[in-house]
């Protein structure tokens, strides 16, 4: 089985627990306005792979990742390709090494039974889930993302369901995401869910803009500056960023 990827990573420090070997995989139906990787999103973009090719890359450097750390699947959105997912994720397993995937939830459906029995495969392979809550509000959800926010909640809920562990994100953006009410309503949410394990604030950043120049599109936040101090205090404090479990 092939899928196509953006790129690696040899020593990831922000992705999950260690040092981590990253994968990123090609292609994203979101269109987060803080993205900071547009050359992700196009699905035929990237490199293609075979799962085994991936595989040998990663364990080259399991010196490093093998103790604390392991690998973390990211994107783009890497669930677009969930079967190449499942296959990488197995082989990982098979060979004892931590992993992780980093997501949007969005390719959970609640209502489709298939789609359930495949996310139930997926979790089977995969020790910890890295899932963005990008905004609690529905319309700010969509306003922000192009998507609405249901099915990532849904998968969140899934997750905790069945007793697999998360790290939840929420990216700050000054007047987008840190406002109060919404931030009460995020930690609120949060507290339904039983297994999360870590709650992580990150700031937004401008680091991104260069590459839409580069790809020629209009970056959606221009203009906008990364948070104070204050803003991701009040918001690390309200979301309660520590170790609960
Ligand atoms: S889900 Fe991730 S890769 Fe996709 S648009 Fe949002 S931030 Fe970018």
New binding site residues.
């Given amino acids: 089985m092939t899928g196509r990827i953006h790129s690696f990573e040899s020593f990831g420090t922000v992705d999950g627990p260690g040092i981590r070997y990253v994968i990123f995989t090609q292609g994203?139906p979101?269109?987060?306005k803080?993205?900071?990787?547009?050359d992700?999103?196009e699905v035929n973009a990237g490199t293609e792979y075979t799962v085994d090719e991936v595989v040998n890359k990663a364990m080259r450097f399991k010196t490093y990742f093998q103790n604390n750390g392991g690998i973390t699947i990211t994107?783009?959105?890497p669930l677009v390709q969930i079967d190449f997912v499942i296959e990488l994720l197995k082989k990982f397993k098979e060979l004892g090494v931590h992993t992780c995937v980093d997501t949007?939830g969005?390719t959970f459906n609640p209502n489709n039974e298939k789609v359930v029995e495949k996310h139930l495969e997926l979790i089977k392979y995969c020790d910890l889930f890295l899932l963005?809550i990008?905004h609690i509000v529905e319309e700010k959800h969509i306003e922000l993302?192009n998507v609405s926010g249901k099915n990532p909640r849904s998968f969140a809920k899934f997750l905790s369901d069945n007793g697999k562990k998360m790290w939840i994100r929420h990216v700050l953006v000054p007047n987008i995401t840190t406002d109060e009410a919404d931030l009460r309503e995020t930690k609120a949410f949060i507290d339904t869910l039983k297994t999360v394990e870590k709650v992580e604030v990150l700031p937004y950043h401008t680091m991104g803009k260069v590459k839409y120049d580069k790809l020629g599109i209009k970056y959606p936040l221009e203009g906008v500056e990364p948070p104070s101090k204050e803003q991701i205090s009040l918001a690390k404090e309200i979301l309660g960023v520590e170790k609960k479990c």
């Fill in positions: 994203c979101l269109r987060c803080y993205c900071h990787n547009p992700t999103w994107g783009g959105e949007s969005i963005d990008k993302t």
